[in-house]
């Protein structure tokens, strides 16, 4: 079956063929984000920190395997780099264990530097495996997990319980529990004289904010003015954007935010945030605003990825939010891989900086 299949680099007139091949494993509706050719085309080909692509395998003129590479700056043990997020591993049922997913891998490592780009993902169950055990791309001892916090308890009580009337009947109790809950984890920002907004885009000291909270990291996405507008203004898909002020005006954190309907049930997704750490209230109002807007919009369950153990983690947990499952993050062992994977680094990692969202 594979000797017929041709390995190329997408143009722009593929992208629709990509995107319908995209849509084919699962409804749009479950997707986090877009599957358009619209999208292709931001992140790969509108992308401000280089061009990045997508792979296909195809035979004759079906697509039958994608594999996308998106460039994104990263700051690592205090150097700039030119990291890539390898995402999109999709092989036709009828073409997988033909080796399909390792060739796609192997073709966009031709147009990366490997002795100076870290190149990772966030793989599912098996990807996973592929990735360890074909591709030379093991585990980074680093412990990213999703957290949940159910908000309106009225969507998930019809799916657990025989009598839509009964859920009609407790969820406003369960509901009060809940916010009560919340109030409790983030007392304390009542003294706060941080203000926090819903803005049409990014301040210019946005990059302020950046430089001294990025101190504090081994690893981190440059959290930059310029990656954040590509990253949530220019992107195709809706977000939106909470800033944190001060008394006097200047940025103190931010908090990027999006709703999702899936099937019957409404997701609040805390997509990306960054504060300093010395000042725990600006998160906690940041996360007040997302948690109340999230109400108010309907949504059943609040979800945000966290590194564990973190200042971010720790907060997230006396706000009432549950540990879901633990997401393992992989990068290739190249020159620069092999010094993350060595570990005891201290990461700040979200949901945006992958491409679930």
């Known amino acids: 079956m594979s000797e017929g299949l041709l390995f190329k680099k997408a143009g722009k007139e593929d992208l629709p063929r990509i995107s319908e ?11 986090g984000r877009s599957c358009e050719p619209e999208y292709y085309e931001w992140k790969c080909y509108r992308n401000v920190f280089g061009e990045g692509g997508v792979w296909l395998a195809e035979e004759g003129n079906s697509v039958v395997g994608v ?38 891998f192997r073709a ?17 169950k098996i990807p996973l495996q592929a990735y ?27 799916r657990k319980l025989r009598f839509s009337f009964v859920a009609a009947i407790v969820s406003p109790l369960v509901d009060i529990a809940s916010r009560a809950m919340f109030r409790i984890g983030t007392r304390g920002m009542a003294r706060s004289t941080v203000d926090v907004r819903p803005e049409e885009g990014f301040p210019d ?29 220019a992107n195709p898909d809706a977000y939106t954007i909470l800033i944190a002020r001060s008394k006097s005006g200047a940025t103190s954190g931010y908090m990027v935010t999006k709703v999702h309907a899936s099937n019957d049930l409404t997701w609040g997704y805390i997509c990306d945030f960054l504060t300093l750490e010395s000042d725990p209230n600006v998160f906690r109002k940041l996360l007040a605003a997302a948690v109340e807007s999230f109400y108010q919009k309907g949504c059943a369950v609040v979800l945000a990825y966290v590194v564990r153990g973190s200042f971010y983690y720790r907060t997230l947990l006396r706000a009432g939010f549950l540990p879901r499952a633990r997401h393992p993050i992989v ?12 570990g005891g680094h201290k990461w700040h990692f979200t949901m945006a900086d992958s491409d679930h969202i």
């Open 21 to 31: 091949f995209r849509k084919g494993f699962f409804e749009v509706h479950e997707a």
């Open 67 to 104: 594999k996308s590479l998106t460039p994104k700056p990263m700051k690592v043990l205090g150097a700039m780099v030119n990291a890539a997020e390898t995402g999109d591993n999709f092989v036709h049922p009828d073409y997988r264990r033909h080796g399909i997913f390792s060739r796609l």
């Open 108 to 124: 966009h490592l031709d147009g990366v530097d490997p002795q100076w780009s870290l190149i990772y993902t966030l793989p599912s």
């Open 132 to 158: 360890e055990r074909k591709l030379d791309c093991p585990q980074i001892p680093v412990s990213l997990c999703s957290m949940v916090k159910p908000v309106r308890s009225k969507q998930l009580l019809k």
């Open 205 to 233: 000291d946005v990059d302020a904010l950046w430089e001294e909270a990025s101190v504090n990291y081994d690893v981190i996405l440059v959290r930059s003015k310029k990656y954040l507008e590509w990253r949530y203004i």
């Open 331 to 342: 990068c290739y062992r190249n020159e620069l891989g092999k010094l993350v994977l060595k």
